[in-house]
């Protein structure tokens, strides 16, 4: 069995954590806009999680994923890091209010688009590196 070890770093709340943020977003690079955090969302969480929300109605949605995904919606996009610019883009004052709209607007899009996996899949596609022919 291989075991690989990853320096440890430290968080500004002073908590000690290993690679495992790796692919949270780096604070300059949160999305700032509605638009952009349901890009991040959609190109980020499981196809089963987003499966799911289409199923429950909205009183029920609210309430089942406000620790859970509205948790993992806060702590991903910077709320808590002090990304004000999508606090302001949203409305909201704190970060437990923010989650909401940014659910709320993540279901609209999945329901409006019934091609999201084909969207999903083009979001998740590498970027080309240029074009091979130039100098």
Same mark, same amino acid.
């Given at each position: ?48 999680? =987003? ?35 999508? =606090? ?14 940014? =659910? ?17 899949? =083009? ?13």
């Amino acid at each position: 069995m291989r075991v690989v070890l990853r320096k440890a770093r430290s968080s500004p709340c002073g908590a000690i954590y290993f690679g495992h943020t790796d692919f949270m977003p780096r604070p300059k690079n949160y999305p700032a806009t509605l638009d952009a955090a349901v890009a991040y969302c959609l190109k980020t969480l499981p196809v089963k999680t =987003l499966d799911g929300l289409l199923r429950p109605p909205h009183e029920e949605l609210v309430i089942n994923h406000h620790f859970g995904l509205g948790m993992w919606i806060r702590n991903r996009l910077g709320l808590w890091q002090g990304n004000r610019a999508l =606090l302001e883009a949203v409305g909201a004052w704190h970060p437990d209010d923010a989650s909401e709209p940014i =659910l709320d607007a993540l279901v609209d899009y999945l329901r409006k688009h019934p091609d999201w996996k084909l969207r999903r899949r =083009l979001l998740r596609a590498p970027k080309p590196k240029g074009d091979a022919s130039a100098p």
